[in-house]
């Protein structure tokens, strides 16, 4: 089944324990993406990746890291995590050009 | 900067009514993509409906249809004959024809379903 899967789903961490969610998909599509999801501010973009070893930052790119040595892997990390980064995390992926994202099934995150 | 903006926080609509959820965007483009997507309580992001800039035929999936208006900027989304599977979140986006695929969200419309 195509799809994106990210890991993990739900994590409760401490500020300053880094953590990192993983994101895979097994389309081979060349763009993957990271957003986030807060209340009343809608989805917004982290960092994206146009291909391998290619990547560049979103709308609110603060506080991660992204990187893609593999095509089909686009790990978010979070070095120092914080309580502003409590959200509901979206990885998305797509062929360069189709203008249709597959998101993964979300990862939602709490730092205390 | 693009903007997508959902004047309506929350919806709702008697079951097997019609319903229609507002979306406005602003761009200097003239190619782009717009799109309704839905987030029901499971969360996963749901395309809705797609709608391709240069079409003026506005753009239909089962019940749900799209009014695009191109000079006004608006991209309102039509749900018919309303079932309770259609309670979610519903985001309408916007994403440039450039190979960029970013999207660009608004803020979201709670629609809930009146059995």
């Known amino acids: 089944e195509a799809q994106v899967t990210q890991n993990p789903r739900y994590l409760i961490t401490v500020t300053g324990k880094k953590l990192t969610v993983t994101c895979s998909q097994n389309m081979n599509h060349e763009y993957m993406s990271w957003y986030r999801q807060d209340p009343g501010l809608g989805l917004r973009q982290i960092y994206y990746s146009m291909n391998v070893e290619v990547t560049d930052k979103g709308d609110v790119p603060e506080g991660y890291k992204v990187s893609r040595k593999e095509k089909r892997n686009f790990p978010l990390i979070l070095e120092s995590p914080s309580p502003n980064q409590t959200s509901l995390y979206f990885c998305a992926s797509s062929l360069v050009g189709a203008n249709v994202l597959t998101f993964g099934a979300g990862s939602r995150l709490t730092v205390l | 900067a693009q903007t997508v903006t959902q004047s309506q926080p929350e919806m709702s609509v008697q079951e097997a009514e019609t319903v229609t959820l507002s979306c406005t965007y602003d761009t200097s483009e003239s190619d782009y993509y717009l799109f309704w997507y839905k987030q029901p309580p499971s969360r996963q992001m749901i395309l809705v409906i797609r709608q391709e800039a240069y079409k003026q035929q506005n753009a239909t999936e089962n019940r749900f249809s799209v009014n695009f208006q191109k000079a006004a900027k608006s991209f309102s989304l039509k749900i018919s004959d309303s079932q309770l599977g259609d309670a979610a979140m519903y985001f309408c986006?916007?994403?440039?024809?450039?190979?960029?695929?970013?999207?660009?969200f608004g803020t979201g419309t709670r629609l809930t379903i009146i059995p």
């Open positions: 986006a916007y994403t440039e024809d450039f190979g960029n695929e970013k999207l660009t």
